[in-house]
């Protein structure tokens, strides 16, 4: 069955360092989505994508925040000056159509030293 | 904003069956879902219902869906140790998921 992909599974990084956390959602999807959970917290939505555009981002996702489709496979998460609070667990998510069950990968355990 | 609810620990003996609740605040919501995490691993999407549906089941899984009282349910028939797990409920109405705090479930023999 076909699955989405995340690498790193884990990424350490220094404070005030970018990091890119990378996806590839399953082929014939359209909907894109990067989820975060912080430890012993909810998983909260970060941000939606379609047709090469931010179709719905949180509060979370402030200008330090961007995400690419940079070819025609991978979908990146890119956090420019990471702060210890972006310590987490990112997933990524895609699904066919917006309204249908979102597919999860693995997700990549960022910690921020 | 949504709220959705969850009781945070479940134990159960195995071979009996498990009961997750979950509440929820959106009037609106259109999809309902349960996912499982294992230790280390992803979300893994269970099963979901339809707002206008009260009843899914799929083998062992039931779902149940109080649609007036804003309340979902997950029911393992049969629970064996590899449903020990983390499950989630979410709910959405505008594409993006809103999550409850997860269950730990526990099978003990």
């Known amino acids: 069955e076909p699955e989405v992909t995340q690498t790193p599974s884990h990424q350490v990084t220094q404070m005030g360092q970018e990091v890119i956390l990378r996806c590839v959602p399953i082929s014939n999807h359209l909907y894109f989505y990067w989820y975060r959970q912080i430890l012993g917290q909810k998983v909260e939505f970060l941000v939606s994508f379609y047709n090469n555009e931010i179709s719905e981002k949180s509060e979370i996702f402030d200008d330090q925040f961007s995400v690419e489709r940079p070819d025609g496979s991978n979908f990146t998460l890119k956090i420019r000056s990471t702060k210890l609070e972006d310590s987490a667990m990112y997933f990524c998510a895609s699904n066919p159509q917006g309204n249908q069950p979102q597919h999860f990968g693995d997700g990549t355990r960022l910690s921020i030293l | 904003g949504e709220d959705v609810e969850q009781s945070l620990f479940l134990s159960v003996r195995e071979g009996d069956s498990s009961v997750i609740n979950c509440t929820y605040t959106?009037?609106?919501?259109?999809?309902l879902y349960w996912y499982k995490q294992e230790p280390g691993a992803g979300l893994q999407l269970l099963t979901y219902?339809?707002?206008?549906?009260d009843m899914k089941q799929d083998q062992r899984l039931t779902v149940l869906l109080n649609k007036k009282d804003k309340h979902l349910s997950l029911r393992i028939a049969d629970t064996q140790t590899g449903d020990s797990a983390i499950y989630f409920c979410a709910e959405t109405n505008d594409y993006k998921l809103s999550f409850g705090a997860g269950t730990t479930v526990t099978v003990r023999a």
């Open positions: 219902i339809f707002s206008n549906m």
């Open positions: 959106d009037s609106s919501s259109t999809y």
